[in-house]
């Protein structure tokens, strides 16, 4: 009867033990998020792998680097995430820290406004029912949109602070 009770308590707490790497593996952060637009891709890394990919919509122009305000591209280059807006008007959003000082500087040269509010975001209510099926176009002024579903899972994977990479 011991030695039963003992391996009950030794498998309960391997169980246990087991459960909570789970919980902390399922915990992970990612500290950078890379945008592929050409590939319209949004992948999470941390230290270099892949801990999740997405399928993404983008501005409506995505030939090219945005250069100013009302261009409907979406930005490329080096940025953070830098705030989060749980009541955005497409469902949750980040806010990338576009533009950079590149961009500043280039939309100077140019003597426009290089605007600004660019998002990873989900869906707005009136079309959160397509889901997956907005990606069949590139509908944003310049954002990169996932589903609700997704944007929910990003915004617990992804701190402020983390680096965001938009390539071409």
């Not at 426009?112 to 029912?129: C, E, K, Q, T, W």
């Amino acid at each position: 009867m011991i030695k039963t009770a003992g391996r009950v308590l030794t498998m309960s707490v391997l169980c246990c033990a087991l459960l909570s790497a789970a919980a902390e593996q399922s915990k992970v952060q990612a500290d950078r998020v890379v945008i592929v637009k050409s590939e319209r891709t949004l992948t999470l890394q941390r230290g270099g792998k892949v801990l999740k990919r997405y399928k993404v919509a983008l501005g409506t122009n995505t030939v090219g680097p945005k250069t100013r305000q009302g261009d409907g591209k979406t930005p490329e280059g080096l940025y953070t995430i830098d705030s989060r807006n749980l009541h955005s008007q497409f469902h949750r959003s980040l806010h990338v820290s576009y533009p950079n000082a590149a961009d500043r500087t280039r939309a100077a040269r140019l003597k426009v406004s290089p605007g600004g509010d660019i998002m990873i975001h989900g869906l707005p209510p009136a079309y959160a029912y397509l889901g997956p099926l907005h990606r069949q176009s590139d509908w944003t002024l310049g954002c990169i949109a996932v589903t609700d579903a997704e944007i929910d899972e990003i915004w617990e994977l992804v701190p402020n602070g983390t680096v965001v990479e938009i390539k071409p």
